[in-house]
């Protein structure tokens, strides 16, 4: 019997489409058929770092594939400097400025630029942008007189904040900046102009001073107050900061915002005195994020006189109980400067420095403190023969020792054996770490030289650039008359990115990292950095981050992985990607690519804490946390990449 009220089967059919689509996350995938119309020439032009085809393909028709175009010029050699001035001034765009700004001007040139920025005849925020990384004396001057105009700019406030970190100006132009960024309605105006004082000491207030009351008092008037500013103000104006900054923020608020309970536990080396009693003592020591306690610990030891009762508190409610590796060495060591007893840690020191390799270099600081020299070099040499992360780590307790040491000629000769027993092993992570005390004429004679030159060899032959290189400079230091290198090694090829895989991931990848401290999930952005996003898709398809560790964290600063080659930070794939240089600036959450120089990027990444304009341009910026920011805050060194995928929205 037929029930009617039952849908047709082709009803049927497109309620449950419906129902399925109304459900998927998200907005649908949407695919741009410039990846694979477009983006390849472009990219050949890149790839070739071909000046005269960049700039012709700077007139596209696509305002995107243009401003792509422009800021690959910012890092592209010149064939004819002027020739691209003369074209930016033409062009006129925001883009085109900002790819000039990377490039060296001639004082004629600035002297123009200066010109027409007093007369208004080209775009203000481009301007700024130039002088920024190439203005002096004379820009920070312009800037100053005029600071009514860019202090409703935060792109020229931020250039007039960086010009600051370097050129010092008198006490009235402080006072100007101080009212026109506390005034500024724009959040990012105001962080600009104080990111001078943050930055550098150069022109902060001096403590207690009238400047420094005013612009508390200042501070202290503003009717909205934000946490970034709150975080700047501690450093710039120090403790007094810190003391309102704790009134106004209860401990729950201080558990969330991490970055500004790590500032003010950065402050407590500037107290008058350091006991029990003290506020900020008390709040932050017990702080649910180990980055606060320790960056407390580290500034304990800066100050240098915390009271008995203090340190009778951290022995028994920190050092004692605490499984937390790096927050145990650190109380440890504030313990040792005031002559602790080593006898009722040491079973702890060792296991946790068993199951810390990447803390390696933290723990033989103690060891150095605790054991006898013969013992202690003992230990570095077992982690010279152990290699990759540890090896690396001892190569730089070795070299503190070498360099620290009162009579280096007592131990010249074990440390010399020591040495050349790791140039034989060959393990390319203690030898990268070993080139101070190679180039040392005390510790590497002539008699050396075969060793070290077969080992330059091998890498040679193994394709090993950087570990050749590294040992090729020593070889010319110190035998040049000896030494001829063999052919170099060409620098890695670039990778040409999969434009079809870019077209098939749409306008909304996200990149999902499952760490022990949770997920953190990265928007990416293919649009500004083609190059990279695939390589990222391509390595985590690959499943090249999975259980790779987090080898560097930089509190306040920034969480940097994905070294799957070598683990020890140095490693990488067996290609490079171009430098990919953003608009956006590094605010807190962007997610960027580890570099050591133009075009040198490869697979490591990096999750910024908190803005550091100073890293804009020089850094790919690939992506920004889209969910997981608490997680990051909670990375520290030695973490891991559990498993690493890509979700298509």
């Known amino acids: 019997m037929k029930n009617n009220n039952i849908p047709s089967t082709p009803l049927l059919i497109g309620i449950l489409l419906f129902l399925i689509a109304g459900c998927a996350p998200g907005e649908p995938r949407e695919r741009d058929n410039r990846f694979i119309d477009d983006y390849p020439e472009v990219g050949a032009a890149v790839e070739q770092r071909d000046f005269q085809s960049l700039l012709e393909l700077s007139s596209h028709s696509d305002s995107d594939l243009a401003e792509y175009v422009w800021r690959s010029l910012a890092k592209t050699e010149l064939d004819n400097s002027g020739e691209l001035f003369d074209a930016v001034v033409q062009d006129g765009s925001y883009p085109a400025w900002y790819a000039l700004s990377f490039h060296d001007l001639i004082d004629e040139d600035l002297q123009t630029l200066r010109e027409m920025f007093r007369t208004g005849e080209a775009d203000q925020s481009g301007l700024c942008t130039v002088f920024r990384r190439q203005g002096g004396g004379e820009e920070l ?27 010092e100006i008198g006490d009235e132009d402080r006072r100007t900046v101080f009212r026109v960024a506390f005034e500024a309605e724009e959040k990012d105006t105001r962080k600009g102009l104080l990111y001078g004082f943050f930055r550098s000491g150069l022109n902060r207030p001096e403590p207690g001073s009238d400047l420094a009351g005013e612009l508390l008092d200042l501070w202290n008037g503003m009717d909205l107050h934000d946490t970034e500013t709150d975080r700047m103000m501690v450093r710039i104006a120090g403790v007094p900061a810190a003391e309102e900054v704790l009134s106004r923020y209860s401990d729950r608020e201080l558990r969330t915002e991490v970055q500004l309970a790590v500032e003010l536990a950065a402050s407590a080396q500037y107290l008058e005195r350091v006991d029990l009693e003290q506020e900020l003592i008390q709040r932050l020591l017990h702080h649910q994020n180990p980055h606060v306690q320790i960056r407390l610990l580290e500034a304990l030891r800066q100050h240098g006189n915390p009271s008995d009762e203090l340190l009778t508190q951290i022995r028994e409610e920190i050092a004692g109980p605490t499984r937390n590796h790096e927050l145990y060495f650190t109380s440890l060591e504030l313990l040792l400067d005031h002559q602790e ?21 933290h723990s033989l600081r103690i060891y150095q403190r605790i054991e006898s020299e013969e013992d202690f070099l003992n230990r570095i040499e077992d982690h010279l023969e152990e290699g990759g992360v540890r090896g690396l780590h001892a190569t730089r307790a070795l070299t503190t020792l070498w360099m620290e040491h009162e009579e280096p000629d007592q131990v010249r000769d074990r440390i010399h054996t020591i040495i050349m027993n790791s140039i034989e092993r060959g393990d390319r992570s203690v030898i990268s770490g070993l080139n101070s005390l190679l180039i040392d004429d005390k510790l590497v004679g002539d008699d050396d030289y075969e060793l070290l030159y077969n080992r330059y060899s091998d890498f040679q032959e193994r394709g090993e650039r950087e570990n050749s290189m590294n040992l090729e400079q020593v070889l010319e230091d110190r035998f040049p008359d000896r030494f001829e290198p063999v052919a170099e090694i060409g620098e890695k090829p670039f990778r040409t990115p999969d434009w079809d895989r870019l077209y098939e991931m749409g306008s909304r990848p996200y990149w ?15 649009y500004s950095a083609p190059f990279t996003v695939s390589s990222i898709d391509s390595l985590t398809r690959a499943g090249a981050y999975d259980g790779v ?15 799957f080659d070598r683990r020890d930070g140095f490693g990488g794939p067996d290609y490079r990607l171009p430098t990919e240089p953003s608009f956006n600036s590094y605010e807190r959450g962007a997610v960027g690519v580890a570099s050591s120089g133009t075009d040198t990027e490869g697979a490591q990444f990096f999750f910024m804490h908190q803005w550091a304009p100073h890293l804009d341009g ?11 920011m608490d997680v990051v805050d909670r990375i520290q060194v030695g973490d891991v990449v559990e498993r690493a995928r890509m979700s298509l929205r």
């Open 141 to 167: 001057q312009l800037l100053l007189d005029e600071i009514e105009i860019p202090g409703g700019n935060s792109i020229c406030a931020t250039s007039a904040g960086f010009l600051m970190t370097r050129i």
């Open 341 to 361: 007893e080593a006898g009722w840690y040491r079973r702890k020191l060792d296991l946790a420095t068993s199951q810390s390799p990447y803390l390696t270099e």
């Open 512 to 526: 999902i990292l499952e760490t022990n401290r949770g997920t953190v999930e990265v928007r990416l952005d293919p």
């Open 618 to 628: 020089d850094y790919t910026l690939f992506g920004d946390v889209s969910r997981g």
């Open 549 to 563: 560790a987090f080898h560097r964290v930089v509190r306040n600063f920034v969480v940097q992985g994905g070294d």
